[in-house]
């Protein structure tokens, strides 16, 4: 269902923080890689668990029951969320970085030394450092090659994959540079080496409709507070994957997917926050179930995200002195932009531009590889604006005119 400029005038009134002034400014919010706003249904639900069903789980007494009713609820809204077949293939921890690096220690007890994992030099830290480690333990680490243009190297992709390759790490978009992989060469890539596909969706899961189905993944990772959420991390495993591996688990936890992978006490509120974060953006939609709305509505989201990016990056790549960092917008591409301005630190640029209430990131965003590849780390990484439901043209326009400014000097 299309998004419209008027749905965006309305969608700013749920979101209580928009509301905000600075400096006798509205605050603008570019910094949605970084963690988006929370509409008020969220900030409802999460108060709503504290004031009424705030209990520890599986007990015989009405608030365990209606929290372990919720977290049921909440796995099955993710599940329609990502197109998993139910809420048994998604587990939640406290990140994506934490539920990652969980998932390492149970993939190389399934590794022996000699085997390969290939990650590449466009990810997030988060999708690189765990599997890093494994060569503590003998396992080979290959990195597929990021060219100038900001995109990964397809040749070089094919190259890095053998028989050896058990694991083929990746993200679906850069968080740093807005780049869109080439999701399907990996899927191909990894099925031909019988290796696991890993995708990391945090920066994606705000911005597109997922479909693990469609994706043919074994496991993808993202974050509700990239969706009008809180902070959790969300897993999904192929059904049936995670029951098998051998994870970091107590005895007296439960054996089989998804609490495999669970330790400790989750965070409930924020679950009950993280099912009305996606029955939020579900709300923009139109259809007969859950996972229709809200396909209808990332769909319509997406195509209004990526009108103000397009706009954003034709007029400031206008701006003398200023280059964008990464791909143009002819194929798909995620609605973050990222700026270099000659001669301007990154960040003096995001604090010139915070005083005048815009609030944008510099620095390389933990993509710290792919900041170095492209040899922007010594001059501070870049500017990056993200822009999500709620940003508006005038919020760009004043943002332009702060980057003109500063190219100007
Ligand atoms: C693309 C990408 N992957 C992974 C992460 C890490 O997510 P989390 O903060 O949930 O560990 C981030 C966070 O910025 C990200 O942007």
Not at 70 to 82: I, P, S
Not at 301 to 312: G, K, P, Q, T
Request: charged content about 25%.
């Amino acid at each position: 269902m299309p998004f419209t400029a008027k749905d965006q005038e309305r969608c700013r009134r749920d979101f209580p923080s928009l509301a905000r002034t600075f400096n006798g400014l509205p605050l603008a919010y570019l910094d949605g890689p970084a963690g988006t706003q929370v509409p008020e249904a969220v900030i409802q639900a999460i108060a709503g668990y504290y004031r009424t069903s705030n209990a520890n789980t599986h007990g015989e007494f009405p608030a365990s029951r209606e929290t372990d009713e919720m977290l049921h609820a909440t796995r099955e809204t993710v599940a329609a969320f990502l197109g998993a077949p139910s809420g048994r293939e998604i587990s939640f921890g406290q990140n994506m970085t934490t539920l990652n690096f969980s998932l390492s220690h149970a993939l190389v007890r399934e590794m022996k030394p000699g085997d390969e994992i290939v990650i590449t030099q466009l990810d997030h830290e988060s999708n690189r450092g765990p599997w890093l480690n494994l060569r503590e333990r003998g396992v080979v680490v290959r990195e597929v090659a990021l060219r100038p243009d900001g995109r990964l190297d397809p040749e070089d992709f094919a190259r890095q994959v053998n028989g050896r390759t058990r694991l083929v790490a990746l993200g679906i978009a850069s968080n740093a540079l807005g780049t869109v992989n080439d999701v399907a060469l990996a899927r191909r890539l990894s099925r031909e080496a019988g290796a696991w596909l890993l995708l990391d969706a945090v920066h994606a899961a705000a911005h597109f409709p997922l479909d693990v189905t469609a994706l043919d993944t074994d496991f993808l990772l993202c974050s509700a507070y990239k969706f009008y959420g809180p902070h959790v991390g969300i897993l999904y495993a192929r059904p049936g994957l995670l029951d098998r591996l051998p994870t970091d688990k107590l005895r007296v936890q439960e054996d089989e997917a998804p609490y495999r992978i669970e330790t400790g006490t989750l965070n409930h509120a924020a679950l009950a926050g993280v099912k009305a974060a996606i029955e939020y953006i579900a709300s923009w939609g139109e259809g007969a179930g859950l996972r229709e709305r809200i396909v209808s509505a990332m769909t319509g989201i997406a195509a209004w995200e990526e009108s103000l990016a397009a706009y954003y990056f034709d007029q400031v790549r206008g701006i003398p002195g200023v280059t964008v960092q990464g791909p143009d917008f002819a194929g798909p591409r995620a609605p973050t932009v990222s700026i270099t301005i000659d001669g301007v630190d990154p960040r003096d640029a995001a604090r010139a531009l915070g005083e005048r209430g815009l609030q944008v990131w510099d620095g390389h965003f933990y993509a710290i590889r792919a900041i170095e590849v492209l040899g922007l780390a010594e001059r501070g990484g870049v500017l990056r604006t993200g822009f999500v439901m709620y940003n508006t043209r005038e919020e760009i326009d004043r943002l332009l005119e702060g980057v003109a400014a500063l190219a100007r000097g």
